[in-house]
């Protein structure tokens, strides 16, 4: 059974065309035999990112309902201990590895789960290399 850190990025990958590449499909196609993990603040994110994405063009209203349709098809498992490690873990990463609190909540639950982090950020990809934990797309 593939599983991974399913980051925000990854996910846009997934929705805009322009965005996607060979590996963030591939990391899509895995899902049929899987299941990507995320800290509870994902969809919140991923939320912004498709109204800010409307505001500035790359996307109409109409067009979002079916970008979530397509992400509450996958086995995406939300992760219920993201509040309680906030102060503690999570903080802690983001000061250590000059990350914002929402991306060290992603290495955090890869850290604890013990399975690689998809993304595509570079600050968060840095970050994971210096703990060891996986990244995806290698």
Known sequence: MNCFI???????????????????????????DGAAHVPNLWRLELGNVLIQAEKRGRITAANITPCLELLVSL????????????????????H????TTYDAAYLELAIRRGIPL?????????????TDVGILPA
Do not use: G, N
């Not at 250590?96 to 990350?99: E, F, G, I, K, N």
């Not at 993304?119 to 210096?130: G, P």
């Open 6 to 32: 399913l980051d925000c990025s990854v996910a846009i990958a997934w929705l805009f065309e322009d965005e996607a590449t060979p590996e963030t499909e591939h990391l899509l196609e895995q899902l049929k």
């Open 75 to 94: 086995p995406i498992i939300t992760d219920t201990e993201t509040d309680d490690r906030a102060f503690r873990e999570i903080l802690s990463l983001a």
């Open 96 to 99: 250590t590895y000059d990350l």
């Open 118 to 130: 998809a993304t595509l950020d570079k600050t968060l990809v840095a970050a994971a290399r210096k």
